[in-house]
Nanobody, 124 residues
Framework: QVQLVESGGGLVQPGGSLRLSCTISGLTPGQYTIGWFHQAPGQGRESVACLSMRDGSTHYADSVKGRFTISGDAAETTVYLQMNSLKPEDTGVYYC?????????????????WGKGTPVTVSS
């Protein structure tokens, strides 16, 4: 059974940083793309960062380029999202997702597996 468990969310001031973690179990990470999706209050879910565990390719939404970094640990059991220079519009729930197809993450939909999400609030 595939499980994706997010942690690391919380309240942070504008300009601050957070690191989200996604613990992965039940799948062979090297065959998957792991993506972080963001759902702002009252909005749909959008892809913000993707990592191919097969070849290390990454993709970022324009809104987070230069501020967010997705990475994985050597054991391929945890994927991180380092979020710097946070803005109020980054507020929302962040979901860890997994799928065999990198392009699904890039284009923001249809990922096979989802975690339950971790909330992030950026506010002074």
């Amino acid at each position: 059974q595939v499980q994706l468990v997010e942690s690391g969310g919380g309240l942070v001031q504008p300009g601050g940083s957070l690191r989200l973690s996604c613990t992965i179990s039940g799948l062979t990470p090297g065959q998957y793309t792991i993506g972080w999706f963001h759902q702002a209050p009252g909005q749909g879910r959008e892809s913000v960062a993707c990592l191919s565990m097969r070849d290390g390719s990454t993709h970022y939404a324009d809104s987070v380029k230069g501020r967010f970094t997705i990475s994985g640990d050597a054991a391929e059991t945890t994927v991180y999202l380092q979020m710097n220079s946070l803005k109020p519009e980054d507020t929302g729930v962040y979901y860890c997702t997994a799928d065999r197809l990198f392009r699904l993450c890039m284009y923001g939909g249809g990922m096979d597996h989802w975690g339950k999400g971790t909330p992030v609030t950026v506010s002074s």
